[in-house]
Protein backbone atom coordinates (compact mmCIF):
# COMPACT_ATOMS: atom_id res chain seq x y z
CA UNK A 1 0.00 0.00 0.00
CA UNK A 2 1.30 3.73 -1.07
CA UNK A 3 1.65 6.31 1.99
CA UNK A 4 1.13 10.46 1.47
CA UNK A 5 3.69 10.88 3.82
CA UNK A 6 5.35 9.61 7.00
CA UNK A 7 3.81 11.89 9.21
CA UNK A 8 0.40 14.08 9.14
CA UNK A 9 0.10 16.84 11.93
CA UNK A 10 -3.04 18.11 12.94
CA UNK A 11 -2.58 21.98 14.34
CA UNK A 12 0.23 23.92 14.05
CA UNK A 13 0.38 25.29 17.85
CA UNK A 14 3.45 25.29 19.80
CA UNK A 15 3.22 21.36 20.24
CA UNK A 16 2.77 20.31 16.50
CA UNK A 17 4.78 22.95 14.56
CA UNK A 18 7.98 21.63 16.77
CA UNK A 19 6.76 17.91 16.18
CA UNK A 20 6.45 18.89 12.74
CA UNK A 21 9.59 20.41 12.52
CA UNK A 22 11.51 17.12 14.67
CA UNK A 23 10.44 14.71 11.95
CA UNK A 24 10.97 16.78 9.17
CA UNK A 25 14.45 17.44 9.79
CA UNK A 26 14.80 14.03 10.48
CA UNK A 27 14.20 13.15 7.12
CA UNK A 28 10.62 12.19 7.42
CA UNK A 29 8.20 13.27 4.67
CA UNK A 30 5.61 15.53 7.14
CA UNK A 31 2.66 17.38 6.36
CA UNK A 32 0.89 20.15 9.21
CA UNK A 33 -2.36 20.71 8.43
CA UNK A 34 -4.13 23.66 10.05
CA UNK A 35 -7.54 25.30 10.69
CA UNK A 36 -6.20 28.89 11.23
CA UNK A 37 -4.40 31.01 8.20
CA UNK A 38 -1.14 31.43 9.82
CA UNK A 39 0.50 29.27 11.63
CA UNK A 40 1.09 30.00 15.79
CA UNK A 41 -2.38 28.05 17.07
CA UNK A 42 -4.36 30.22 19.55
CA UNK A 43 -1.87 31.19 21.90
CA UNK A 44 0.55 32.85 19.02
CA UNK A 45 -2.54 33.46 16.80
CA UNK A 46 -1.78 35.55 13.92
CA UNK A 47 1.68 36.12 15.13
CA UNK A 48 3.60 36.59 11.71
CA UNK A 49 0.78 38.66 10.37
CA UNK A 50 -0.21 39.97 13.33
CA UNK A 51 -1.85 44.12 13.01
CA UNK A 52 -0.37 44.72 16.29
CA UNK A 53 2.69 47.52 15.60
CA UNK A 54 3.14 48.24 19.45
CA UNK A 55 4.77 44.93 20.66
CA UNK A 56 4.54 45.45 24.27
CA UNK A 57 0.84 45.58 24.29
CA UNK A 58 0.41 41.59 23.64
CA UNK A 59 4.09 41.08 25.74
CA UNK A 60 7.55 39.48 25.08
CA UNK A 61 5.90 35.64 25.43
CA UNK A 62 3.68 36.17 22.60
CA UNK A 63 6.11 37.68 19.94
CA UNK A 64 8.33 34.38 20.25
CA UNK A 65 6.41 32.57 18.62
CA UNK A 66 7.35 34.25 15.32
CA UNK A 67 10.76 32.40 16.20
CA UNK A 68 8.94 28.63 15.96
CA UNK A 69 7.22 29.41 13.03
CA UNK A 70 9.98 30.58 11.00
CA UNK A 71 12.49 27.18 12.24
CA UNK A 72 8.81 25.15 11.06
CA UNK A 73 8.75 27.18 7.38
CA UNK A 74 12.86 26.35 7.28
CA UNK A 75 12.31 22.42 8.46
CA UNK A 76 11.16 21.38 5.00
CA UNK A 77 7.76 20.31 5.92
CA UNK A 78 4.46 20.97 4.34
CA UNK A 79 2.27 23.50 5.69
CA UNK A 80 -1.59 23.69 4.59
CA UNK A 81 -3.70 25.90 6.25
CA UNK A 82 -7.52 26.73 6.93
CA UNK A 83 -7.43 23.04 6.88
CA UNK A 84 -10.49 21.32 9.04
CA UNK A 85 -9.28 17.75 9.93
CA UNK A 86 -12.72 15.87 10.61
CA UNK A 87 -11.63 11.72 10.44
CA UNK A 88 -8.89 9.66 11.02
CA UNK A 89 -9.05 5.87 10.28
CA UNK A 90 -6.55 2.82 10.93
CA UNK A 91 -5.70 0.92 7.94
CA UNK A 92 -4.56 -2.88 7.58
CA UNK A 93 -1.04 -1.89 6.97
CA UNK A 94 -0.67 0.25 10.06
CA UNK A 95 -0.76 3.65 8.43
CA UNK A 96 -3.90 6.17 8.83
CA UNK A 97 -6.32 7.93 6.00
CA UNK A 98 -7.76 11.09 7.58
CA UNK A 99 -10.48 13.16 6.17
CA UNK A 100 -8.93 16.45 5.38
CA UNK A 101 -11.32 19.22 4.07
CA UNK A 102 -9.80 22.95 2.73
CA UNK A 103 -12.07 25.36 1.04
CA UNK A 104 -15.28 23.24 0.58
CA UNK A 105 -12.92 19.82 -0.91
CA UNK A 106 -12.33 17.00 1.48
CA UNK A 107 -9.25 14.44 0.70
CA UNK A 108 -8.37 11.36 2.25
CA UNK A 109 -4.56 11.29 2.60
CA UNK A 110 -2.68 8.35 4.30
CA UNK A 111 0.34 9.03 6.59
CA UNK A 112 2.55 5.85 8.44
CA UNK A 113 1.81 8.07 11.74
CA UNK A 114 -0.05 11.08 13.15
CA UNK A 115 0.01 13.64 15.64
CA UNK A 116 -2.50 15.35 17.09
CA UNK A 117 -1.44 18.49 18.54
CA UNK A 118 -5.28 19.98 18.72
CA UNK A 119 -4.44 22.18 21.78
CA UNK A 120 -6.77 23.32 24.54
CA UNK A 121 -10.57 24.79 24.72
CA UNK A 122 -12.13 27.14 27.27
CA UNK A 123 -13.84 25.61 29.47
CA UNK A 124 -17.41 26.35 29.42
CA UNK A 125 -18.60 29.28 32.28
CA UNK A 126 -22.23 28.33 32.36
CA UNK A 127 -24.36 31.07 34.46
CA UNK A 128 -27.37 33.07 33.86
CA UNK A 129 -27.25 35.05 30.54
CA UNK A 130 -24.17 33.93 29.08
CA UNK A 131 -25.73 33.41 25.63
CA UNK A 132 -26.47 36.97 25.69
CA UNK A 133 -24.77 39.29 22.78
CA UNK A 134 -22.21 40.95 24.44
CA UNK A 135 -20.75 38.43 26.67
CA UNK A 136 -17.60 36.49 24.99
CA UNK A 137 -15.14 34.32 26.13
CA UNK A 138 -11.99 36.19 27.68
CA UNK A 139 -9.75 33.96 24.80
CA UNK A 140 -11.83 35.10 22.01
CA UNK A 141 -11.67 39.08 22.97
CA UNK A 142 -7.86 38.16 23.04
CA UNK A 143 -8.01 36.68 19.43
CA UNK A 144 -9.44 39.89 18.30
CA UNK A 145 -6.74 41.71 19.54
CA UNK A 146 -4.37 39.56 17.87
CA UNK A 147 -5.95 39.14 14.99
CA UNK A 148 -7.55 42.37 14.21
CA UNK A 149 -6.26 44.68 17.06
CA UNK A 150 -9.83 45.25 18.22
CA UNK A 151 -10.67 46.52 21.21
CA UNK A 152 -14.14 47.32 22.98
CA UNK A 153 -14.80 51.20 23.78
CA UNK A 154 -17.93 50.52 25.86
CA UNK A 155 -18.21 49.65 29.70
CA UNK A 156 -16.08 46.32 30.17
CA UNK A 157 -16.12 43.42 32.87
CA UNK A 158 -14.11 40.37 33.34
CA UNK A 159 -14.59 37.69 35.32
CA UNK A 160 -13.63 34.47 36.28
CA UNK A 161 -10.58 32.77 37.57
CA UNK A 162 -6.93 31.54 35.77
CA UNK A 163 -3.96 33.46 34.10
CA UNK A 164 -5.60 33.53 31.30
CA UNK A 165 -7.95 36.43 32.64
CA UNK A 166 -5.24 38.44 34.34
CA UNK A 167 -3.33 38.48 30.97
CA UNK A 168 -6.04 39.76 29.09
CA UNK A 169 -6.93 42.54 31.15
CA UNK A 170 -3.04 43.32 30.77
CA UNK A 171 -3.17 43.23 27.58
CA UNK A 172 -6.48 45.51 27.15
CA UNK A 173 -4.92 47.90 29.76
CA UNK A 174 -1.83 48.72 27.48
CA UNK A 175 -3.87 49.15 24.71
CA UNK A 176 -5.71 51.60 26.53
CA UNK A 177 -8.82 49.83 26.96
CA UNK A 178 -10.64 50.73 30.58
CA UNK A 179 -11.82 48.19 32.37
CA UNK A 180 -14.85 48.98 34.79
CA UNK A 181 -13.80 45.40 37.01
CA UNK A 182 -12.82 42.22 37.51
CA UNK A 183 -14.85 40.18 39.24
CA UNK A 184 -12.34 37.24 41.10
CA UNK A 185 -14.12 33.47 41.10
CA UNK A 186 -11.33 31.74 43.26
CA UNK A 187 -13.05 30.52 46.06
CA UNK A 188 -11.71 31.40 49.51
CA UNK A 189 -9.28 29.37 50.93
CA UNK A 190 -8.04 28.00 48.04
CA UNK A 191 -4.87 29.22 48.18
CA UNK A 192 -4.31 27.87 51.30
CA UNK A 193 -5.02 24.40 49.57
CA UNK A 194 -2.61 25.05 47.11
CA UNK A 195 0.55 26.12 49.41
CA UNK A 196 1.88 22.66 49.63
CA UNK A 197 2.61 23.54 45.80
CA UNK A 198 4.31 26.53 46.40
CA UNK A 199 7.94 25.59 46.64
CA UNK A 200 7.53 24.49 42.91
CA UNK A 201 5.59 27.59 42.17
CA UNK A 202 8.40 30.07 43.58
CA UNK A 203 11.06 28.52 41.60
CA UNK A 204 9.45 28.03 38.39
CA UNK A 205 9.13 31.15 35.51
CA UNK A 206 5.89 31.94 36.74
CA UNK A 207 6.51 33.97 39.75
CA UNK A 208 7.95 36.82 38.56
CA UNK A 209 6.09 36.83 35.57
CA UNK A 210 2.96 36.42 37.82
CA UNK A 211 3.33 38.91 39.91
CA UNK A 212 3.98 41.78 37.91
CA UNK A 213 1.22 41.53 35.90
CA UNK A 214 -1.40 40.65 38.90
CA UNK A 215 0.18 44.26 40.34
CA UNK A 216 -0.33 45.69 36.92
CA UNK A 217 -3.79 45.03 37.09
CA UNK A 218 -4.69 45.91 40.34
CA UNK A 219 -3.03 49.12 40.91
CA UNK A 220 -5.95 50.56 37.63
CA UNK A 221 -8.69 48.03 38.02
CA UNK A 222 -11.22 47.46 40.72
CA UNK A 223 -10.67 43.66 41.41
CA UNK A 224 -13.53 42.17 43.05
CA UNK A 225 -12.62 38.94 45.01
CA UNK A 226 -14.18 35.64 46.28
CA UNK A 227 -17.70 35.93 43.79
CA UNK A 228 -19.89 33.32 44.54
CA UNK A 229 -22.70 34.04 42.17
CA UNK A 230 -22.56 35.79 38.64
CA UNK A 231 -25.30 36.53 35.72
CA UNK A 232 -25.36 38.23 33.24
CA UNK A 233 -28.60 40.39 32.18
CA UNK A 234 -30.03 42.39 29.58
CA UNK A 235 -33.27 42.69 27.29
CA UNK A 236 -31.97 41.75 23.70
CA UNK A 237 -28.36 42.11 24.70
CA UNK A 238 -25.77 42.27 27.41
CA UNK A 239 -26.64 45.46 29.66
CA UNK A 240 -25.53 44.70 33.22
CA UNK A 241 -23.64 42.12 35.60
CA UNK A 242 -25.42 41.14 38.63
CA UNK A 243 -22.91 39.26 41.15
CA UNK A 244 -22.67 38.34 44.79
CA UNK A 245 -19.75 38.54 46.83
CA UNK A 246 -19.35 38.38 50.69
CA UNK A 247 -23.04 38.05 50.70
CA UNK A 248 -23.32 41.16 49.31
CA UNK A 249 -24.98 41.86 45.71
CA UNK A 250 -24.13 44.19 43.13
CA UNK A 251 -25.29 45.14 39.91
CA UNK A 252 -22.78 46.92 37.26
CA UNK A 253 -23.92 48.04 33.76
CA UNK A 254 -21.67 46.50 31.25
CA UNK A 255 -21.29 46.66 27.25
CA UNK A 256 -19.08 43.86 27.05
CA UNK A 257 -18.58 40.90 29.73
CA UNK A 258 -15.84 38.34 28.94
CA UNK A 259 -16.13 35.02 30.88
CA UNK A 260 -12.74 32.36 32.00
CA UNK A 261 -12.35 29.63 34.06
CA UNK A 262 -8.98 28.14 32.44
CA UNK A 263 -8.64 25.67 29.44
CA UNK A 264 -9.30 21.58 28.85
CA UNK A 265 -8.05 19.98 26.70
CA UNK A 266 -9.38 19.18 22.97
CA UNK A 267 -10.63 16.02 22.79
CA UNK A 268 -13.06 15.70 20.12
CA UNK A 269 -10.78 14.46 17.89
CA UNK A 270 -8.76 12.22 19.68
CA UNK A 271 -12.01 10.66 20.92
CA UNK A 272 -13.88 10.33 17.91
CA UNK A 273 -10.74 8.16 16.57
CA UNK A 274 -11.03 6.29 19.59
CA UNK A 275 -8.23 7.18 22.15
CA UNK A 276 -8.53 6.05 25.76
CA UNK A 277 -9.67 9.02 27.80
CA UNK A 278 -8.84 9.48 31.38
CA UNK A 279 -10.47 11.77 34.35
CA UNK A 280 -7.75 14.43 35.24
CA UNK A 281 -9.39 15.15 39.16
CA UNK A 282 -7.07 17.93 39.75
CA UNK A 283 -8.06 20.22 36.29
CA UNK A 284 -11.74 18.96 36.16
CA UNK A 285 -11.52 17.25 32.80
CA UNK A 286 -11.08 14.44 30.40
CA UNK A 287 -7.57 14.27 28.97
CA UNK A 288 -6.26 11.40 26.06
CA UNK A 289 -4.15 8.53 28.00
CA UNK A 290 -0.70 9.00 26.88
CA UNK A 291 2.77 7.65 27.37
CA UNK A 292 5.81 9.60 28.12
CA UNK A 293 6.35 10.12 24.62
CA UNK A 294 2.81 11.14 23.56
CA UNK A 295 2.26 7.75 22.44
CA UNK A 296 -1.98 7.22 22.33
CA UNK A 297 -3.33 4.19 23.00
CA UNK A 298 -4.12 3.55 19.35
CA UNK A 299 -0.82 2.43 17.17
CA UNK A 300 1.20 5.13 15.22
CA UNK A 301 -1.56 7.92 16.38
CA UNK A 302 0.47 9.74 19.14
CA UNK A 303 -1.24 13.16 20.76
CA UNK A 304 1.34 16.36 21.78
CA UNK A 305 0.89 19.21 23.76
CA UNK A 306 -2.47 20.97 25.87
CA UNK A 307 -4.21 18.18 23.83
CA UNK A 308 -2.65 15.18 25.96
CA UNK A 309 -3.22 17.33 29.15
CA UNK A 310 -3.19 20.97 30.16
CA UNK A 311 0.20 22.30 31.12
CA UNK A 312 1.36 25.52 28.96
CA UNK A 313 2.66 26.88 26.31
CA UNK A 314 6.45 25.89 26.90
CA UNK A 315 5.41 22.61 28.05
CA UNK A 316 3.73 21.88 24.86
CA UNK A 317 6.74 22.69 23.18
CA UNK A 318 8.60 20.38 24.65
CA UNK A 319 6.27 17.67 24.12
CA UNK A 320 5.85 18.51 20.70
CA UNK A 321 9.64 17.77 20.27
CA UNK A 322 9.99 14.45 22.44
CA UNK A 323 6.78 13.25 20.08
CA UNK A 324 8.78 14.50 16.99
CA UNK A 325 11.72 12.05 18.19
CA UNK A 326 9.35 9.32 19.24
CA UNK A 327 7.80 9.33 15.49
CA UNK A 328 11.34 9.54 14.11
CA UNK A 329 12.21 6.75 16.17
CA UNK A 330 9.28 4.56 15.41
CA UNK A 331 9.48 5.05 11.64
CA UNK A 332 13.03 3.78 11.32
CA UNK A 333 14.92 7.67 10.93
CA UNK A 334 16.56 7.00 14.16
CA UNK A 335 17.28 4.53 17.10
CA UNK A 336 16.33 4.18 20.19
CA UNK A 337 19.58 5.30 21.66
CA UNK A 338 19.63 8.27 19.22
CA UNK A 339 16.33 9.38 20.38
CA UNK A 340 16.71 9.25 24.37
CA UNK A 341 19.69 11.33 24.34
CA UNK A 342 18.05 13.80 22.34
CA UNK A 343 15.47 13.52 24.00
CA UNK A 344 17.51 14.46 27.77
CA UNK A 345 17.16 18.00 26.70
CA UNK A 346 13.70 18.53 26.13
CA UNK A 347 12.61 16.52 29.03
CA UNK A 348 14.94 19.44 31.24
CA UNK A 349 12.78 21.78 29.73
CA UNK A 350 9.50 19.84 30.37
CA UNK A 351 9.91 19.51 33.52
CA UNK A 352 11.09 23.57 33.93
CA UNK A 353 7.74 24.17 32.43
CA UNK A 354 6.05 22.34 34.52
CA UNK A 355 7.16 23.41 37.67
CA UNK A 356 4.62 25.49 39.27
CA UNK A 357 1.84 23.75 37.70
CA UNK A 358 -0.05 21.97 40.49
CA UNK A 359 0.11 24.97 42.51
CA UNK A 360 -1.70 26.96 39.46
CA UNK A 361 -3.90 24.16 39.05
CA UNK A 362 -5.16 24.16 42.48
CA UNK A 363 -5.57 27.47 43.20
CA UNK A 364 -7.17 28.31 39.56
CA UNK A 365 -9.50 25.00 39.97
CA UNK A 366 -12.98 27.01 39.16
CA UNK A 367 -15.43 26.69 41.56
CA UNK A 368 -18.19 24.14 41.85
CA UNK A 369 -20.68 26.99 41.74
CA UNK A 370 -19.53 28.05 37.97
CA UNK A 371 -18.96 24.38 36.83
CA UNK A 372 -22.12 22.96 37.87
CA UNK A 373 -25.19 25.15 37.29
CA UNK A 374 -28.91 25.16 38.49
CA UNK A 375 -32.14 25.66 37.53
CA UNK A 376 -32.97 27.12 34.04
CA UNK A 377 -29.49 28.15 33.08
CA UNK A 378 -28.75 26.90 29.73
CA UNK A 379 -25.90 24.08 29.51
CA UNK A 380 -26.40 22.81 25.82
CA UNK A 381 -26.69 26.06 23.86
CA UNK A 382 -26.92 24.65 20.38
CA UNK A 383 -29.88 22.82 21.48
CA UNK A 384 -31.44 24.51 24.40
CA UNK A 385 -30.92 22.36 27.19
CA UNK A 386 -31.13 23.40 30.63
CA UNK A 387 -29.42 22.11 33.90
CA UNK A 388 -32.93 21.43 35.22
CA UNK A 389 -34.10 19.55 32.07
CA UNK A 390 -30.69 17.15 32.54
CA UNK A 391 -30.97 16.70 36.39
CA UNK A 392 -34.62 15.99 35.49
CA UNK A 393 -34.10 13.43 33.34
CA UNK A 394 -31.42 12.05 35.76
CA UNK A 395 -33.98 11.38 38.36
CA UNK A 396 -36.00 9.64 35.93
CA UNK A 397 -33.42 7.48 35.14
CA UNK A 398 -30.94 8.38 32.36
CA UNK A 399 -28.05 7.10 33.85
CA UNK A 400 -25.06 9.01 31.57
CA UNK A 401 -24.54 11.95 28.82
CA UNK A 402 -25.18 9.43 26.16
CA UNK A 403 -28.39 8.83 26.91
CA UNK A 404 -29.44 12.28 27.17
CA UNK A 405 -28.80 12.48 23.72
CA UNK A 406 -32.18 10.52 23.54
CA UNK A 407 -34.00 12.18 25.98
CA UNK A 408 -32.92 15.92 24.95
CA UNK A 409 -30.63 16.26 22.22
CA UNK A 410 -27.63 17.32 24.56
CA UNK A 411 -24.77 17.50 22.84
CA UNK A 412 -26.00 17.15 18.85
CA UNK A 413 -25.71 19.74 17.82
CA UNK A 414 -23.17 21.85 16.02
CA UNK A 415 -20.57 22.71 18.15
CA UNK A 416 -20.73 18.73 18.78
CA UNK A 417 -20.94 18.33 22.12
CA UNK A 418 -17.14 21.15 23.38
CA UNK A 419 -19.42 23.51 25.11
CA UNK A 420 -21.60 21.28 27.09
CA UNK A 421 -19.60 18.21 27.41
CA UNK A 422 -17.71 18.40 30.91
CA UNK A 423 -21.06 20.70 32.39
CA UNK A 424 -23.32 17.40 31.39
CA UNK A 425 -20.73 14.99 32.74
CA UNK A 426 -20.29 16.75 36.00
CA UNK A 427 -24.21 17.75 36.35
CA UNK A 428 -24.60 13.52 36.08
CA UNK A 429 -21.98 12.25 38.51
CA UNK A 430 -23.73 15.14 41.23
CA UNK A 431 -27.00 14.16 40.86
CA UNK A 432 -25.91 10.34 41.17
CA UNK A 433 -23.64 10.54 43.94
CA UNK A 434 -20.90 9.21 41.67
CA UNK A 435 -17.38 10.62 40.06
CA UNK A 436 -16.96 11.68 36.94
CA UNK A 437 -15.08 9.05 35.69
CA UNK A 438 -17.59 6.88 36.42
CA UNK A 439 -20.14 8.76 34.40
CA UNK A 440 -18.11 9.11 31.43
CA UNK A 441 -18.13 11.91 27.91
CA UNK A 442 -20.26 11.87 25.17
CA UNK A 443 -19.53 9.32 22.66
CA UNK A 444 -18.40 10.72 19.44
CA UNK A 445 -18.21 9.75 16.25
CA UNK A 446 -16.79 10.83 13.13
CA UNK A 447 -16.72 13.10 11.06
CA UNK A 448 -15.11 15.09 14.35
CA UNK A 449 -16.26 18.64 12.01
CA UNK A 450 -19.02 19.30 10.63
CA UNK A 451 -18.14 18.18 6.69
CA UNK A 452 -21.27 18.83 3.80
CA UNK A 453 -22.39 15.66 1.82
CA UNK A 454 -21.61 17.08 -1.19
CA UNK A 455 -17.85 16.74 0.28
CA UNK A 456 -18.08 12.91 1.07
CA UNK A 457 -20.19 12.40 -1.98
CA UNK A 458 -16.69 13.83 -4.13
CA UNK A 459 -14.48 11.73 -2.29
CA UNK A 460 -14.41 7.87 -4.08
CA UNK A 461 -12.19 5.91 -2.77
CA UNK A 462 -12.67 2.52 -5.45
CA UNK A 463 -13.94 1.98 -8.50
CA UNK A 464 -17.21 0.83 -6.21
CA UNK A 465 -17.37 4.43 -4.77
CA UNK A 466 -16.81 6.00 -8.10
CA UNK A 467 -19.32 4.53 -9.80
CA UNK A 468 -21.96 5.59 -6.71
CA UNK A 469 -21.25 8.96 -7.22
CA UNK A 470 -20.29 9.50 -10.93
CA UNK A 471 -23.02 9.36 -13.43
CA UNK A 472 -21.93 6.73 -16.37
CA UNK A 473 -22.68 8.04 -19.90
CA UNK A 474 -26.08 6.83 -20.91
CA UNK A 475 -27.33 5.93 -17.48
CA UNK A 476 -30.03 7.63 -15.23
Not at 392 to 418: H, S, T
Request: aromatic share 6%; hydrophobic share 45%.
Amino acid sequence: MTHDFDVAVIGAGPAGLVAARMCAEKGLATIAYDEQATPGGQVYRAVTTSPMHRMGILGDDYWQGASLARAFARSGAQYVPRATAWAAAPRDDGAWQLGISVAGTSSAPVARAVILATGAQERPFPIPGWTLPGVMTAGAAQLLLKTSALVPSGPTVLAGCGPLLWLIAWQYLNAGVKIDALLETTPRGRLAQAMPHAAGFMLSDYLAKGLQLVRHVRRRVRVVEYVTALAAEGEGRLQRVRYEADGIAETLPADLLLLHQGVVPGINLAHAIGCALQWNERQASFEPAVDAWGGSSLPNLYIAGDGAGIAGTAAAAARGALTGLAVANALGKIDARTRDKAAIAHRAELARALRGRAFFDTLYRPADTFRIPTGDTLVCRCEEVTAHDIVEQVQRGCPGPNQLKAFLRCGMGLCQGRYCGLTVTELVAQERGVPPADIGYFRLRLPAKPVTLRELAAMPSSPEALAAVVREKGTH
